[in-house]
């Protein structure tokens, strides 16, 4: 069985500062990761996708995640945080005989303070 | 182009009363799913469709959980009757066609409140 850890529910950065959003998985075979984000009222977007090309992943409004497989991590960062990155961040694990079935993590809140 | 479209978004009702959702996926996705997102935590999984067919519903809780996607498109989620414990957003999300890989489009979510 597959499973996500999201390590801190909530996390606080200032504007410009470096966004770090942790994630680790367990799966006994080889996993795709995501990372989604959702904003308040509204469903989830999916920022980044790792299907086991390249282990450094580059998504959408700056982020990028990197899959390492020894530490089995899959960490969200972002250089230098904005305030419309405020919101809801999750990482989910699929595998290839779950036929697209997500297991997302708790989530972890972002705050970006000006 | 359009994306998921969900209503109601928000519903109160008191316990012991149906309730239905509704979902309309985005034009040639396959592939359906249905999750619950209880205050606090990710979404998880209720049921997921490939057309017609509900291919994985082992999460649903059938005892008074429904679901259907007639001519494989839009989808119905009911519950009847509601329970305090049902309190959540339900999520309806699509893709084509539906593998591990595959990215997967939400809706805004219905949010139910049982009194």
């Known amino acids: 069985a597959q499973s996500v850890t999201q390590l801190g529910s909530h996390v606080s950065v200032s504007e410009g500062a470096l966004v770090l959003l942790r994630c680790n998985y367990s799966?006994?075979?080889?996993?795709?990761l995501f990372w989604y984000v959702q904003y308040p009222n509204q469903g989830l977007q999916l920022l980044l996708k790792y299907t086991s090309a390249a282990t450094l992943v580059k998504g959408i409004n700056g982020f990028e995640a990197e899959f390492k497989k020894s530490e089995t991590s899959f960490h969200l960062t972002k250089p230098s945080a904005h305030m419309s990155d405020a919101a809801e961040y999750f990482c989910a694990v699929s595998t290839y005989n779950q036929g697209g079935k997500l297991i997302f993590g708790q989530g972890t809140e972002l705050s970006v303070k000006p | 182009e359009a994306g998921v479209v969900q209503s109601p978004r928000y519903k109160i009702i008191e316990k012991k009363q149906p309730v239905a959702f509704w979902c309309n996926p985005i034009?040639?996705?396959?592939?359906l799913y249905w999750y619950r997102q209880n205050l606090g935590q990710g979404p998880e999984l209720l049921i997921r469709?490939?057309?017609?067919?509900?291919?994985?519903d082992s999460q649903l809780p059938k005892d008074r959980f429904s679901a259907e996607r007639l001519k494989g498109v839009d989808s119905t989620l009911k519950i009847q009757p509601a329970e305090l414990g049902d309190s959540a957003v339900y999520l309806c999300?699509?893709?084509?066609?539906?593998?591990?890989?595959?990215?997967?489009?939400f809706g805004p979510g219905t949010r139910l409140t049982v009194l």
């Open positions: 999300a699509s893709s084509a066609p539906g593998t591990s890989t595959d990215t997967q489009y």
């Open positions: 469709y490939e057309n017609e067919e509900a291919v994985d």
């Open positions: 034009s040639g996705h396959n592939t």
């Open positions: 799966s006994s075979v080889p996993p795709y």
